[in-house]
């Protein structure tokens, strides 16, 4: 989890400093390019050529139109958002997954869930402040990310049951490239000099940080893994005060606050009922 956190962080130095000159397309081009090589080197190396093959063509499609969109949502809020606000945000993710698994995978919408809903509601509603002196629209553009990532995670539920993480992986890159290839051409800037690191960093560090989180998952609970995760947003703070002179909003803290109890609850009524449901079926 150590490597997640600093790969996610190291992703949004990487985006912050690329923001003024190279535009999201371009960023999303390039990481999408730098991980189609680092995987199909991976699966050549080691021969395991029936891993690009994939059966659900129409779902891969539709999971990566929602994560390009995500992907995209996400890089251009870190360049307009403070990066604590937009890594509080990201929270809300496993909310919306909530949501949108229940109405698409029929997974029932409990009472606890309810709660942790309510409070992640609670927790945008006091880092966005819906006012008309303090509304920042950009907010919009990094929940709009939340929402899509949610809808990819849907999908890669769906996909995981049939399909290697390496597949999954693969197609992101692969069907993500061409997207990325078109929107970047009329914006296209050659990057320069020290552009070309950050570009560099951007790549490595988007499958860096899933490569770990999925190995944490193989050590570990995963409501010790998610806990960890949230370790990202006081991370985040105090790389954009040292970084970019941010100041750490309370407002933000708190919000980001509310989301993390809304998660830890739902996480843990989820590992519960899976506990109880183990235990029956091995004493039944």
Known sequence: MVGTLLSFSLMAIGVRELGGSISPFEMLFFRSL?????????VFYHRQQRLLKTERVALQI???LMNFLGQYCWFLGITLLPLAEVFALEFTV??????????????????????????GLLGVIAIIQPTAAVFNPAS?????????????YVATKSLSVTESPI??????SLLQLPISLVLMLPDWQTPQGGEWLYLFIVGLTGLSAHYCIAKAMQYADASVVVTLDFLRLPLIAVVGMLFYGEAVEVAVMLGGLLMVVGNII??????????IETKAMAEG
């Open 266 to 275: 739902n996480v843990r009524s989820s590992n519960k009922q899976t506990y």
């Open 167 to 172: 597949t999954i992986l693969f197609y992101m």
């Open 140 to 152: 919009l553009i990094v929940l709009l990310a939340a929402v899509s990532f949610a809808a990819s």
């Open 34 to 42: 730098i991980g189609l090589a680092v995987i199909a080197s991976i």
């Open 62 to 64: 539709g999971r990566n």
């Open 94 to 119: 496993p909310l919306w997954t909530l949501m949108i698994a229940c109405v698409f995978l029929g997974e029932k919408l409990t009472r606890v869930k309810l709660a942790s809903l309510a409070l």
